[in-house]
């Protein structure tokens, strides 16, 4: 665990009173090759998809969001590359790519507990045009799947199965999100670094990234400010710590880390909560080994074109090809792709600006760090 302390704004020149500024565990998960994606069921339940043996991974949290136990379960042959994992309309119903089988399945989690067994009650083939769907999306009705292998988008209305639409897209399509203020739809292509647009008229096109910003779209997710975000990965030579906001009409807003950790930093996935300003990033070595696997707390203003406040939290276990991460409860909970790791993240550097009020650009920072300025700290280590 590693634990820092945070400023309270509040504080007097002599005394001052702390939480933990940054508290990072590493959890052991049942063995695996390769531990991807991650969903939150409910406030007690996560499940995690480890594609090389096809297993689902239950991990069972407490009422403080610390995990207390996990079990692994096999749904389908071990050959089968479970892989995309997302939440149906209510929280007994989990949808899952099968990535080597070409079919999506439907999963009942089961109960909040690690002997509880997950069932597949539905399996839907992918059409026959399209191949190796890798993530999944739930909206309106839809199931909308990235096709990695055979680079298609597919949508699959969930009322009728047969109801379905292919597109061909550059490759390779990794994520796909729907823009909840125009109703487009986009797809992250990493190898081509191109975002694919299906406007709501129907009409399709591809945007590339331009080589001044990055290279290797993937985390691609909807934010709670109405609007898509975009992570670039970056290559095996560096990454360029920027991240897009994909705006109503389809321009694209591009950010960049400043801080010395993040200004090199490979981009992978991103996580939200409430709070439409505030967000993290989850830096990754996947493409690059001497990237940093951390993740980067950001405060964004509405409609700004500049980072506010960025800090970091670094994963202790480098080189460990961090993978997704998720928020739930105050907590942030990162898959480690090559470890069979989770790893759970707390603090008052995960609740950002003004809990924390400190940026890694800022002056005050480069004066005294993390340091109080009190004489006596008081820790307050409540979880």
Partial sequence: MVRLCSTNPKFTSKQAQSLPSKSVTEYSLPAARETHEIIAVNDNLLLISQQSDSSLVKVVLDNNGLPSGSSKWQLTTPFSGLHGLALGDSNSIVWATAQFDNVVLRIDPGESNINSAPTVVLTIPIPSSALGPHSILVNDGNLWVACKDSSHVVRISIANTSNTSVYSVSRRPIFVAVHSTSKDVYASLDMSSKIWQLSKDGGTKEI????????????????????????????????????????????????????????????????????????????????????????????????????????????????????????????????????????????????????????????????????????????????
């Fill in 208 to 383: 590339d990234i331009p080589p001044s910003v990055g290279n290797t779209p993937v985390g691609l997710l909807a934010g709670p400010d109405g609007n898509v975000w975009v992570t670039l990965l970056g290559n095996s030579t560096t990454g360029t710590g920027t991240f897009g906001r994909i705006n109503s009409d389809a321009s694209i807003t591009w950010f960049s880390l400043t801080s010395n950790i993040g200004l090199n930093a490979g981009l992978i996935h991103i996580a939200f909560d409430t709070n439409p300003s505030r967000f993290w990033l989850l830096g990754s070595s996947t493409a690059n080994a001497s990237a940093p696997n951390a993740v980067f707390t950001v405060t964004v203003a509405a409609k700004s074109t500049r980072i506010a406040v960025q800090n970091t939290i670094m994963l202790p276990t480098q080189w460990s090809s961090t993978y997704r991460v998720i928020s739930r409860r105050g907590s942030l909970y990162v898959t480690e792709l090559t470890t069979s790791t989770l790893a759970r993240i707390s603090g008052a550097v995960v609740q950002g600006w003004p809990v924390w009020p400190v940026s890694e650009t800022w002056d005050q920072y480069a004066d005294f760090g993390l340091g109080l300025k009190a004489k006596d700290i008081t820790y307050n280590n409540t979880p």
